[in-house]
């Protein structure tokens, strides 16, 4: 039996929800991934009209008889309809319903033609014997007996699912995800939640602690139980990986678990050697690492003490003679700085190539390529995102991938085909935006890198660290075995770039330079604004046309918005929603909905947010909506002119990108950079935030915003220490050499 939903009441607790029943007669869009449903519902009440209906609705066939429970409201863009809370699905009772249930597609095989067959055989009777006597339908002549066994199948399914959605959702559980907890688990669904609800952090994307804490509750499993004491753990090890740290010391960890479950400590603490024991954990002296973490760093410290161990495979070259030879092709000297940079990295198999915008490190890469070039060495160039890639391959002259490209990731396989067993056939790797890899990705990069072959590592180790664990750059820098070219000298100073230097300036300490004194087009601009609602309507202006009336800029293609937050008035969210409307106003058929909120429109600037190796974009990735089909719910979004087709279903992989996050930004390049920089912003106002935020301009960099916020960022170096053992393991090893 169904049970019959409780109204919800108001916030206040005063007034009951509306109780809305009908028949549904047409589902106008529904999102697979939340559940997310628009549709018409002919009311029960004679004389009605059909209504809109939205709400978190699952596998309710055209047909069901449906009670809704909700409230009536009126959407500025489409009119009075009605949102429902809670739904059960109420079998019809009348011989047409009974027809139409049936035919609806809710069962494979049966159409309008045989449910009205079995209607007319069984009459009233006909969800009677479906339920408890469905091998009577061998009974209704035109079935035959194979179709009769598959109707049979797929209707006590249907009806186990119904059950399974019902329980979910009447124990606290969304839609959206009873539809991710059945399509995961299927019959066992209800085990699965009732046993260990904790379960579903790993299994389902989406569902963390919190969720599935709130799941064990309703089930009515206690606070003290062991699967929710490790759950609990790896919660609070997640949440520290989330912020750069790869372990925790034990006293921490034991802390934020007590805090977290509220129950004694002497519990919180036997959650740790089951987790161990399954390896799940790894306990290093005072530290808990997550198990892949502890050997991830284990594996990049021997990688990178077998790399550095023994003579690059050139030999040994004269920096000064090989210089002559390339003089013409390079087309200018090198600085000193520069030419003294190219000769450590050249002596050695594995170096470090550092230093902010406009010092010379795409200059030595091309040098270092001219150098090498003739001499049967196998090269490869890599960088952790496509733009990046692209970045290093203009600089270097020779074709350059992503990362996850250059190790063969294979979603089928399940990881790198490339690795320790199968390593990349190369000489000499060189490695650029380094600063972003956490320790997870340079692991399995090292991995892959063959005996005898050298590496290069290029990076800012001054802006912002990777968003993964751990410290990579910094720590190989720190350990100091591993030759650091150190680049300070800003060369583009020399071409009138004010965004160099003020980057630098920033970088040391001081508010920016606004009086140049240089030659050429002026390409940093401050505008103090205090009012959050101005520097709004600025970046608007800005990008709506004052841009692109001096400078020539696309809007879309050459000016990106950075912010440091996602939330308020000046953050990604709201930004993006201003820009889209002033930007690319929608068109009729033209727009795309899943269901949260945010509407794509063909034009929309957009960006992947996470890997996806099948359609071969990743996290960070931009691109642009080019199509959009309605009859088949799929939208065309282009990266690098490839296009990329995601059904409704995955459309919450994209946000807007019109307004990125600095952090999304990591890696990349614009020709105009606009930043907004505000107290708003407080706690994330870092020096490493505001000089990675400046530095993405490539021609034109505006900083918006109150000079206080500006002076607090750029007085506070204090960086959050990452948990991170790369190097003391560095220096380990190589103390044993």
Request: aromatic share 6%.
């Amino acid at each position: 039996m169904l049970k019959r939903p409780a109204p919800p009441t108001s916030p206040q607790n005063e007034t009951p929800a509306e109780l809305l029943s009908g028949v549904l007669e047409r589902i106008t869009f529904h999102s697979e991934a939340t559940g997310f449903t628009v549709a018409r519902l002919q009311p029960d009440a004679p004389g009605s009209e059909p209504v809109t209906v939205v709400g978190m609705l699952s596998d309710a066939p055209i047909g069901s008889s449906l009670e809704l429970a909700g409230r009536w409201q009126r959407d500025p863009r489409h009119g009075r309809q009605f949102k429902f809370e809670s739904h059960r699905i109420v079998k019809p009772t009348t011989i047409k319903g009974m027809e139409k249930y049936l035919g609806s597609g809710l069962i494979k095989g049966v159409g309008p033609v045989n449910a009205a067959r079995i209607v007319n055989h069984f009459g009233i009777d006909t969800l009677e014997v479906l339920d408890h006597n469905p091998e009577r339908l061998s009974e209704v002549k035109g079935l035959g007996s194979k179709l009769a066994a598959r109707i049979k199948e797929t209707w006590l399914e249907q009806r186990d699912i119904h059950e399974i959605m019902i329980f979910l959702q009447g124990h606290d559980i969304s839609a959206a995800y009873a539809v991710k907890i059945y399509k995961t688990y299927g019959r066992k669904a209800l085990r699965v939640v009732r046993e260990n609800p904790y379960r579903l952090i790993e299994d389902i994307r989406g569902v963390g602690f919190k969720i599935a804490d709130r799941i064990a509750v309703s089930v009515g499993l206690p606070r003290d139980d062991p699967a929710r004491i490790k759950a609990g753990l790896l919660f609070v090890l997640d949440e520290a990986m989330g912020q750069g740290h790869c372990y925790l010391e034990r006293g921490e960890l034991f802390a934020a678990g007590r805090t977290l479950l509220e129950v004694p400590t002497a519990l919180v603490e036997a959650g740790l050697p089951e987790l161990a024991g399954a390896e799940q954990v790894v306990i290093s002296g005072e530290r808990v690492y997550p198990g892949f973490l502890y050997h991830a760093e284990l594996g990049a410290a021997g990688s990178l003490v077998r790399i550095g161990d023994g003579p690059a495979p050139w030999g040994r070259l004269d920096p000064v003679a090989e210089l002559r030879k390339i003089r013409g092709k390079i087309g200018f000297e090198l600085a000193e700085e520069q030419a003294e940079a190219l000769g450590l990295v050249l002596a050695s198999r594995l170096a470090v190539l550092t230093g902010g915008p406009g010092t010379g490190k795409s200059t030595i890469l091309k040098a270092m390529m001219l150098m090498l070039e003739g001499k049967g060495l196998r090269i490869l160039l890599a960088a952790p995102t496509g733009r990046a890639a692209k970045r290093l391959a203009e600089a270097a002259g020779r074709d350059a991938s992503t990362i996850h490209r250059l190790l063969e990731f294979s979603a089928f396989e399940g990881g790198f085909s490339r690795n320790g067993a199968k390593p990349l056939e190369v000489d000499l790797l060189v490695v650029d935006e380094v600063s972003m890899l956490d320790i997870v990705l340079a692991n399995a990069l090292l991995r892959a890198v063959p005996t005898g072959a050298a590496v290069l590592l290029v990076g800012d180790v001054d802006q912002l660290p990777a968003v993964g664990p751990g410290n990579f750059l910094k720590d190989i820098i720190d350990w100091g075995a591993a030759p650091v070219a150190r680049l300070t000298r800003i060369f583009r100073q020399q071409q009138g770039s004010l965004i160099s230097v003020n980057g630098a300036r920033v970088n040391n300490g001081d508010f920016f330079d606004l009086l140049p004194g240089y030659h050429g087009e002026k390409d940093f601009y401050y505008i103090n604004r205090d009012n959050l609602e101005e520097i709004e309507n600025e970046i608007v202006s800005l990008c709506a046309g004052r841009l692109a009336e001096k400078y020539g800029y696309d809007p879309m293609r050459d000016i990106q918005v950075l912010t440091p937050m996602r939330k308020g008035l000046i953050g990604v969210e709201n930004l993006n929603l201003r820009l889209q409307e002033v930007l690319n106003r929608a068109a009729p058929g033209q727009t795309a909905d899943f269901g949260s909120g945010v509407r794509f429109r063909r034009g929309d600037k957009v960006m992947q947010l996470r890997n996806n190796y099948e359609k071969e974009v990743f996290n960070g990735d931009l691109g642009f909506v080019t199509g959009i089909d309605d009859d088949d719910r799929v939208m065309t979004v282009e990266f690098d002119d490839r296009p990329v087709s995601y059904g409704l279903g995955e459309l919450n992989e994209l946000q807007l990108a019109y307004a990125v996050t600095v952090h999304k930004a990591q890696g990349s390049e614009f020709p105009c950079v606009i930043f907004p920089v505000h107290t708003a912003h407080y706690p994330l106002l870092q020096r490493n935030l505001l000089y990675t935020g400046i530095t993405r301009g490539r021609k034109l960099v505006i900083v918006i915003g109150s000079r206080k916020a500006v002076t607090i960022a750029i007085a506070n170096h204090r960086l959050q220490a990452r948990n991170s053992g790369l190097m003391e393991r560095l220096r380990e090893r190589t103390a044993d050499l």
